[in-house]
Each structure stands twice: as C-alpha cells, then as structure tokens.
C-alpha cells in the first residue's frame, strides 16, 4: 500500500504543477530534493513571484524510522518504527479576490520492534481560504468535494465538511481559518471498509482538486483591486500563519519527527500583516466574510 500511494501522490504533484504553471503563465516551479537523516526525504516544489501565484508549494515525502518519544506520547504507543508519506500543498494568489488553497493527502505505517505491520491509516483532506466572499466560488467547490464523497459513501461529504469546519477553527480568534471544504484522519480498515477501499476514496478526493480549485483561480485572478483590498488580505493571512503555527497538527508532526523546516513552513505566505485590534467596517465586504467565518454554513 505504501508503495501504491507514494507511486499516486508523485504523479498527483506532476499534475497539479504542470496545471498551475500553466495557469500563471509566467513562474516556474523550483524543486528542491531533500534527505532526512534519520531516514527517507522528498522533493518540494515552490513558486514564488509570479503573475497569479505570489507563493505556493506542492511537496511530496516520504519518512520512516523510529517514532520520536514526543509522538510515541502522542499516538499513546511504546518503540516503534514508522513510515509516513504525503503531498502537502498552499496556494497564495497574488490578487486578493482569488482564494488561497491548502491541500493534503498523507498515509502512515506503523511496525512493531520485528517489523510487523501493526496500524497504517490514510488521513487529508482540502479546504479554501477566501479574503472577499464570492458565493458561487465557495458552492462550486463544496459541490466537487461532495460529488467525490459520494461515490464512496453517503455520508462521507457531511461527515467530513464538518470535521473540517472543526478542525480549520482558530479558537483563540473564536473564527473559521476559510470556508471549509473537507477532513479527514485516521481512516482505517474496519468493518465497513477495507484498506484498499480507503485508498481509492482519498485518490477520488486527490483527482478532484484540481477541478475544484482551478475555475476559481481563473475567474478571479485578472479582477482589478486596490491598496485597501490587498492590506484586507495580509490581514487575513495572518490569521491563516496563526492557525499554522498553533493548531496544524501536519505542521506540529513535521517539526516533532525533524522534518525539513524549509518544506515544513513553506505554506506561510510572503507579505502578511498583524495591525492591532484591527476592525472591519460594518457592512462591507470585509465584514460579510467575517461573518461568515463566524457561522460556518451549508453550502451544498
């Protein structure tokens, strides 16, 4: 199973690379191949500086070794070996009417001191992150997300929407980081689902990205704005580094088990501002989203 999903997400990061270059017409993705020393690496790729994207990053990793006595903590487990592989991706466009995207599908392998395969679970998910509310943006990709979802389940797509309404929460801000989209984690072979079957649903989830994302990005990526639009999305940005250095449990994992700082950190953006006790003005467009963001909705 690892092979077969580490195999997915390096042809998944060619996809979303070569679709997103494309898009911006101007910047060029960077890769940067790394090693961790206690074992296995990955290739980060980032672009930086172009027409539409000011900063993103699409990185694929694969780790294994023993597991950190901090995480041991964690997952509530003695000395064990494990194996962890991903593809992690932030988008930051340059104009503040497109959305900011953040995407992860990740697989986790746990062995005992001979080896064994003790638990292995799939976990990911996507969400959207807007700084101006266009409706039909946040419906259009709320409908992809629940269109992949049923195919496999049902209930998938609400239990899974409101997993990441709860996860994606800045509680010490008491708002939503975006407008949600899909969680999950530790999503293992049960009596409902086997293990193969948990890979082709978050496959579907990985396959579908694109065409939620993407529309977007070409609706709103020429629209004119101004100084106070873009400061409006520093702001915001802020939050969003907020919530990546307190409560992303992707971002605490990394640095517990000595991953690559500069892939680690790679979704913070460019230009961010913090002003203090910062307030919208009653009414505005600013102030719409906020309130969304307070109340999280049904889209679909």
């Keep these: ?4 999903f580490y195999k997915y997400i390096q042809k998944l990061q060619n996809q979303i690379t070569q679709a997103l270059e ?3 017409g101007q910047a060029k993705f960077k890769e940067d191949q790394w090693e961790r020393e206690e074992g296995g690496g990955g290739q980060s790729r980032i672009i930086e500086n172009g027409l539409v994207i000011e900063k993103g990053g699409v990185n694929i990793s694969a780790v294994h070794g023993p597991l950190p ?10 000395e064990v070996d494990f194996f962890a592989c991903g593809l992690s991706l932030v988008i930051h466009p340059k104009n503040p009417m497109a959305p900011t995207v953040h995407a992860n599908w990740r697989y986790f392998e746990m062995y005992d001191q001979n080896g064994n395969l003790i638990d292995q679970w799939f976990g990911g998910g996507q969400d959207l992150t807007p700084y101006y509310l266009f409706e039909e943006d946040v419906i259009h990709f709320h409908q992809q997300c629940k269109k992949a979802c049923d195919k ?4 998938f797509y609400k239990e899974f929407k409101n997993h990441c309404d709860l996860y994606f929460y800045n509680e010490h801000r008491d708002e939503a980081r975006g407008v949600g989209g899909l969680f999950f984690d530790y999503l293992k072979s049960d009596e409902n689902f086997n293990i193969q079957e948990r890979y ?3 496959t579907e989830i990985g396959n579908v990205f694109l065409d939620a994302y993407l529309p977007l990005l070409k609706k709103r990526k020429d629209l004119p704005y101004k100084e106070s639009h873009r400061n409006w999305q520093e702001i915001r940005r802020g939050r969003y580094v907020e919530f990546n250095l307190i ?5 605490l ?3 517990k088990t000595k991953g690559r700082i500069e892939s680690i950190l790679m979704s913070l953006p460019p230009h961010v501002q913090w002003r203090y006790n910062y307030v919208t003005e009653e009414g505005s467009e600013e102030q719409k989203l906020l309130n969304v963001l307070k109340n999280p909705k049904e889209w679909v």
């Design 22 to 24: 494309l898009i911006d």
């Design 247 to 251: 409560h992303d449990r992707g971002t």
């Design 69 to 78: 006595k901090s995480m041991q903590t964690y997952f509530n487990v003695g």
């Design 253 to 255: 994992f990394g640095l």
């Design 152 to 155: 496999h389940h049902p209930d």
């Design 200 to 202: 082709d649903f978050v």
């Design 1 to 4: 199973m690892k092979d077969q």
